[in-house]
């Protein structure tokens, strides 16, 4: 973490009865004072229409950075500089987790084709046509510094949506299939972004042919899949060890510190790997909580439920107060050297290219995936792809720090682009923020929420249904035909094509039941812990 002037030297270590840095610890009094404030702040604007704590704990930052602005008289605007390391290391991997961990899994995956589409495949219709746009526009507006690896470097930098602030617009309550899609989404979008950009780095770019862009897919799809298979493999390695060792006999801190350290440690392993931490620890979130949280004692269970939960939210008030503070960051702007109008036209072609290469792939893979559903009831409406869209549409941390990486220390790009591309960043996500964030919650009441069909059950009750019916295909349904014989075993093949979603789910349930839960817990596969204060209870339910 750097500080502003918060690097010890011999003055002020002679000026200080400590050996810590007074203006260190001056600067994180404030911070937390800070944090204290967002805090009692959203609690008495929870029920607000329009606002949320994201937006709240952004414009608290921007108040405080223009005070400090102020008191500095116009030197520094800083109580903390953004570090991206900071980000990435400490303050993104308790969300993501938590996130995987807290999760709806049978809603998740039941979604999931649509998460993938959306998280994947849009990212990279979004990151191809931002990166086009802005080949196109930049030059018009008079950038020529930027390389082709910084204009596909704005392409992924600007795809990666802002999940954080996804989690407090929409509710899983209210509206769990839309929260489910567009929180699902916003996970793999941040992970695939991050693994578009760390691709566009690894490769040689100065000779672009059919070779490279093969090259550029196949990085991704190994960073892709090996991220995720990492993510599990430490989630069953975490169920193994809790169970076989039966860790609740003895104490209970040690299954809650296993949990938490096992779970970084996978995210850690990730970025040492080169690999993506998002995809990871969110996948390690998941495993943990269909496995896991089941072999530790009740204790032991509400503990970790509530314990991650609050470093998350602690977290996630932490990066939107550090993002707010950053925007008035007075040496980058004044780097950049930009006219008015100059600023105005980069921001707006960013917001432009965010609003065209979202809507571009979630109404067509929409209207892509309707095509191919049979049930009415199963198919996206405009009205949730237009949600779909809107709610995607905001940036956040992610995309600040990926711009400080690629334009901070640029050896190719001007001193001036790269300071403007920063600002401009900063712009987008400001604006986004704060307009698309407070629009959000009252846009889903008018758009969604009064024209809700109470009749049409929720993508829950659907399932439960197929799976039924499935259920009956499988084994051969007697009333089937005129003789007392069943009728044949309908095929997996067959059922796969018909219901994927949920004959997929219906035989991952019997391999789970048959061969993970056995050896690695669960749900009804955990034997009793006298250690446990309401054990008994558990056994019953």
């Known amino acids: 973490m750097e500080f502003l002037d918060a690097i010890p030297n011999k003055h002020s270590l002679q000026d200080s009865s400590s050996f810590l840095n007074t203006t260190t610890v001056i600067a994180l009094c404030l911070f937390f004072a ?17 606002a949320n704590e994201s937006i709240t704990a952004l414009l608290l930052g921007l108040c405080a950075g223009v005070v400090v602005l102020l008191v500095s008289k116009g030197r520094s605007s800083k109580i903390l500089a953004f570090n991206e390391d900071l980000f990435f290391l400490y303050l993104l991997p308790p969300i993501i987790f938590n996130a995987g961990f807290q999760v709806k899994k049978k809603q998740f995956f039941k979604n999931f084709s649509i998460i993938l589409m959306f998280g994947v495949f849009g990212t990279i219709i979004s990151f191809c046509l931002i990166s086009a746009g802005a080949f196109l526009l930049f030059k018009k507006i008079g950038i020529t510094t930027l390389s082709i690896e910084d204009y596909l470097a704005v392409g992924a930098i600007l795809s990666a949506t802002d999940s954080v602030c996804t989690l407090q617009v929409l509710n899983q309550e209210e509206t769990p299939f839309l929260y489910s899609v567009v929180f699902g989404e916003g996970v793999v979008n941040d992970a695939t972004s991050i693994v578009l950009y760390n691709a566009v780095q690894s490769l040689d770019l100065s000779n672009i042919d059919a070779l490279t862009a ?9 960073l892709f899949f090996t991220s995720t298979i990492l993510g599990v493999v430490a989630g069953l390695l975490s169920a193994y060890i809790i169970k076989t060792l039966y860790f609740g006999r003895h104490s209970t801190d040690r299954e809650v510190a296993l949990m938490m350290i096992m779970s970084y440690l996978s995210y850690m392993l990730a970025e040492l790997l080169s690999l993506s931490g998002i995809l990871t620890v969110f996948f390690c979130g998941i495993v943990m909580s269909h496995y896991t949280w089941h072999n530790v004692t009740e204790s032991s269970r509400i503990t970790t439920k509530h314990a991650f939960a609050t470093i998350s939210f602690i977290a996630e008030t932490f990066i939107f107060l550090y993002v707010g503070m950053d925007a008035l960051d007075i040496d980058k702007w004044r780097s950049s050297k930009a006219s008015a109008g100059t600023s105005v036209s980069v921001s707006s072609a960013f917001l432009a290219l965010v609003l065209i ?8 893979l929409s209207n892509i995936l309707n095509f191919f559903k049979s049930a009415e009831s199963t198919k996206v409406e405009f009205r949730q792809q237009f949600i779909i869209w809107w709610a995607g549409l905001m940036r956040g941390a992610v995309t600040i720090a990926l711009s400080y990486s690629e334009f901070s220390d640029s050896e190719t ?24 964030g407070s629009i959000t919650k009252p846009l889903i009441g008018a758009v969604l929420l009064r024209h809700a069909k109470p009749t049409v059950s929720d993508a829950t009750d659907i399932a439960s249904l197929e799976d039924l019916r499935l259920l009956f295909l499988e084994n051969g349904d007697p009333s089937d035909g005129g003789n007392n014989q069943p009728s044949p075993k309908a095929s997996n093949l067959r059922l796969l094509m018909r219901y994927p979603t949920s004959t997929a789910h219906y035989f991952w349930r019997k391999f789970d039941d048959k061969y993970m839960r056995p050896v690695f817990g669960g749900r009804g596969f955990v034997p009793y812990v006298p250690g446990s204060p309401t054990g008994a209870q558990d056994e019953t339910s």
């Open 34 to 50: 800070l944090l204290c404030a967002c805090i009692v702040i959203g609690h008495l604007l929870e029920e607000h229409r329009w």
């Open 413 to 436: 790009t001007s001193t001036q682009d790269s300071a403007l591309m920063i600002t401009s960043t900063i712009i987008v996500v400001l604006f986004s923020t704060v307009v698309f």
């Open 357 to 364: 290469g979202r809507a571009a792939f979630v109404f067509s």
């Open 214 to 222: 093969l090259k550029l897919l196949g990085t991704f799809l190994y």
